[in-house]
């Protein structure tokens, strides 16, 4: 479908005395099987060179706190969870989400294989178990603590290599009665909105919900409803049953296979042009910052997401472009962004700066971003979204 060049892995973030070293670099090429239409890169890194220590806490994105809130509330009222009912989630990061679940007075677990993140989760109250999640590992949550009613997976489907292996914990975990939540990137609007800067190592497939239905069929799951959610810049929320009692699907979730046939992602044909449009993001931004350079204007970068060091690199945008960007992480801060080497420092330095353009790089967040954001129009600055096409946006303070 596209080829993006080689690029290190997207969160290794490199200290100041690992800036004179060397990188390892690995292609990343997504291509997409003609058999089940999933698409997907190899994996060339493995979970657990990515996960075991991890530089993503979902706490320090206020909208995404708050998207995990509303998600509990619709579970619980949809579902009928109270304090006799049980929750797992796969991949629970800092307890951004179990945190609700535990307001609430349910019992839960987060299974979370980064050492650090989950230790961040136990130290704010949330139950959560280190390791990666397969069939052995859910056999043993759920021989220790029991079947789940509601097993919740956002945004790690794409994230494991072994598809069915996954799939099949999923089964493990939850009740024969239960349901599975699954939040993961909708491949239709990656493609229609030019998103290819979430394209990188961390993520192995790419799904429609065609590809998705006949992923969790391997696992002894049935997909039951579907809704369309703005989170990632476009993302489905798949609700899944096991198959002896999950019924037929809803019409939603035939609505939604109707609209990918009708933009070709059930055939070649529907594929065969992105990359053309990949190339033309590409040009356009590097336009701008060549321009932007040649004019003495001054160009900082806002966020340190893993998309991001897709765009840089597939760009080659380095300090002589982007003078700098910044994170409210602070363990990315005196940091520098892998492959490209630019610097990250705290959200401070751009009103310390006052730089004339600042670079958007989680455009996913542009609302909350843009309202963050507004101080930088005191000066006359602006803020520059490189995705689905270049846009500079001015801001009223």
């Known amino acids: 479908m596209v080829d993006l060049g080689a690029t290190p892995p997207c969160e290794l973030f490199l200290t100041a005395e690992q800036v004179d070293e060397p990188e390892t670099t690995y292609p ?11 698409a997907q890169i190899p994996p060339l890194i493995t979970p657990e060179d990515t996960f075991t220590e991890y530089a993503y806490f979902s706490s320090y994105s206020t909208s995404w706190v708050e998207h995990a809130r509303r998600f509990v509330d619709g579970a619980a009222g949809r579902l009928g969870l109270d304090e006799n009912s049980f929750v797992v989630e796969v991949a629970s990061n800092d307890g951004y989400l179990l945190r609700h679940v535990v307001d609430r007075g349910v019992r839960c677990l987060g299974i979370e294989p980064s050492k650090n993140v989950g230790q961040a989760a136990r130290d704010k109250g949330v139950p959560t ?14 021989a220790e603590h029991g079947p789940a009613d509601l097993v919740v997976a956002n945004n790690v489907y794409a994230h494991i290599p072994d598809v069915i292996g996954f799939t099949q914990g999923l089964r493990a975990l939850v009740a024969d009665d239960g349901w599975v939540s699954i939040e993961v990137q909708h491949l ?5 909105l030019n998103q290819y800067d979430t394209i990188y190592h961390e993520h192995f497939q790419y799904y ?9 069929a391997s ?3 049935a997909l039951v409803d579907v809704e369309l959610l703005p989170t990632h810049g476009g993302s489905i929320r798949l609700w899944a049953r096991p198959q002896e009692v999950a019924g037929e699907p ?28 990949v190339a033309k993001v590409r040009r356009d931004l590097l336009k701008f910052l060549v321009e932007a350079a040649e004019q003495g204007k001054t160009v900082v970068g806002y966020g340190a997401p893993g998309k991001g060091n897709t765009l840089l690199n597939h760009c080659g945008i380095r300090p002589d472009l ?16 892998p492959g490209t080497r630019v610097p990250i420092a705290a ?28 101080y930088v129009g005191e000066w006359g600055g602006r803020l520059v979204f490189p995705i689905p096409n270049l846009e500079i946006v001015e801001v009223n303070p």
């Open 28 to 38: 990343l090429h997504l291509r997409v099987c003609t058999g089940c239409w999933l």
């Open 129 to 142: 178990v280190t390791a990666f999640l397969g069939p052995e590992t859910a056999a043993e949550v759920r």
């Open 188 to 192: 239709l609007t990656l493609m229609e």
């Open 208 to 216: 429609t919900v065609a590809s998705a239905q006949r992923a969790l």
């Open 219 to 221: 696992g002894g799951l």
């Open 250 to 277: 809803t019409s939603r979730v035939v609505e939604v296979l109707a609209a990918e046939k009708a933009a070709g992602l059930h055939e070649l044909s529907g594929y065969a042009e992105f990359a053309a449009r």
């Open 322 to 337: 982007l003078r700098y960007t910044v994170d409210r992480n602070p363990y990315k801060h005196g940091r520098f962004t």
């Open 347 to 374: 959200p401070e330095r751009i009103a310390e700066d006052r730089p004339d353009y600042v670079l958007v790089l989680p455009w996913n967040l542009r609302e909350e971003l843009t309202a963050q954001l507004s």
